[in-house]
């Protein structure tokens, strides 16, 4: 049984808008800090924004800070990332992770997401 289920994906032109979803089926999201990370090709796999439990509290890296705005509905179980003003480079898979810390640091990651292509192109 997938224990995320990862939707939102897709193909968008440079300048343009995408948002992520990334639903938890087996645990109860609101006890766990949650990340979106991201593998280009040929790339390492970069986590890009974090969110404590509350979702009061978020990060990012500087690849996205001021475009990417992650976020959270515990109520529903449910994490996004929306994705603005999109450049060629930020055409990669995007994996959302349970985090083992209460804040999204991520640093090491309990349960991926299977992940969901966003290609951005003209």
């Known amino acids: 049984q997938l224990q995320f289920v990862e939707s939102g994906g897709g193909l968008v032109q440079p300048g343009g808008s995408l948002k992520l979803s990334c639903t938890a089926s087996?645990?109860?999201?609101?006890?766990?800090?949650m990340a979106w990370f991201r593998q280009a090709p040929g790339e390492e796999r970069e986590w890009i924004a974090g969110?404590?439990?509350?979702?009061?509290?978020?990060n990012y890296a500087d690849s996205v800070k001021g475009r990417f705005t992650i976020s959270r509905d515990n109520g529903v179980d449910t994490m996004y990332l929306q994705l603005t003003s999109l450049k060629v480079d930020d055409t990669a898979i995007y994996y959302c992770?349970?985090?083992?810390?209460?804040?999204?640091?991520?640093?090491?990651?309990?349960?991926w997401g299977q992940g969901t292509q966003v290609t951005v192109s003209s």
């Open positions: 087996t645990f109860i999201l609101r006890y766990y800090g």
């Open positions: 969110i404590d439990v509350t979702g009061r509290t978020t």
């Open positions: 992770a349970q985090c083992r810390d209460d804040v999204g640091t991520c640093l090491t990651v309990s349960i």
